[in-house]
């Protein structure tokens, strides 16, 4: 599954992403053990024995010198979310856009400057009555260093002048679907982020957060970050949760961020195809309360 932002210009008062989601699946090969005739679940075996502020930077560290890419010094490019330094400045890698992570284009002083994609990878179908949940891939950067792997993050930068706050949210467009597919839709899926970490290059008071989001696919709003007024200006990161290496279905490492999930539940059932949706992050000029 996966989810990558796309950026338009809020009229000149804040920023909009809206990123699309994807899930693929392919066929279980593994061999199916005996299971208790009771409780028919084949996940369950019978016998147990058996750089510039506008870029998005690294959360961990944020600070602003040391440009990770000289040759794009862009104000709004992505920068290192384990260290939000504004002159850090990085290429992240776009695991479902073909043409690349798009980024913010600039033009307001309150802007949305970057957002990772969600990509929760390829898996197997899941012979289980039981619920799933697959885990994000942490988001990949290049920097002058090299390659390295990162939480998912969410990047701002406020440079009004104005210190009149501002608020953040997220809203999903519907719930995973495939139009070609025989089940078309995944019933009662959820995206969930825990585990936030709010970082910056500031002086300013930082924004306040959402300890958990859970997601509505019928595109109800939810809070992600705000500032009140006097609070919030500068560049902040949000970012969720901590890289850690996982062996995928098809028996590869990959680097993943178990603070942002998306669970099935065990009825829904699904197809070998890749199942998507969009997200919209909206930042505007209201502050929070």
Request: charged share 20%.
């Amino acid at each position: 599954m996966a989810i990558s932002p796309l950026f338009t210009l809020a009229n000149g008062k804040g920023d909009v992403f809206e990123s699309k989601g994807a899930v693929e699946f392919i066929p279980n090969t593994d061999p199916q053990g005996p299971v208790d005739p009771t409780d028919p679940d084949p996940i369950n075996p019978v016998n147990p024995i058996d750089p510039d502020p506008r870029n998005p930077v690294n959360p961990i560290d944020p600070d602003p010198r040391n440009p990770v890419n000289p040759i794009d010094p862009d104000p709004r490019n992505p920068v290192n979310s384990t260290d939000p330094d504004p002159g850090n400045l990085v290429k992240p890698v776009d695991s479902i856009n073909s043409q690349g992570p798009n980024i913010g284009t600039g033009g307001s002083p309150l802007s949305l400057d970057y957002v990772s994609n969600l990509d929760f990878g390829i898996s197997e179908i899941a012979n289980t009555k039981k619920g799933v949940t697959y885990y994000a891939n942490a988001q990949e950067l290049h920097t002058s260093e090299g390659s390295k792997y990162v939480p998912n993050y969410v990047q701002i930068s406020d440079y009004r002048g104005t210190n009149s706050g501002w608020t953040l949210t997220i809203k999903q467009e519907g719930q995973f679907s495939n139009a070609s597919a025989q089940h078309k839709e995944l019933t009662g899926s959820q995206i969930q982020f825990v585990d936030p970490i709010v970082k910056g290059k500031s002086d300013a008071s930082p924004p306040i957060y959402a300890e958990v989001i859970t997601l509505d696919p019928n595109g109800a709003e939810s809070l992600v970050m705000a500032a009140k007024p006097l609070a919030g200006a500068g560049l902040w990161v949000e970012s969720w949760g901590a890289v850690e290496e996982m062996t995928g279905d098809l028996g590869q490492k990959i680097q993943k961020i178990k603070a942002i999930s998306f669970t099935i539940p065990g009825e829904t059932q699904t197809d070998t195809v890749t199942y998507s949706t969009k997200l919209t992050w909206k930042l505007s000029d209201i502050p929070s309360n």
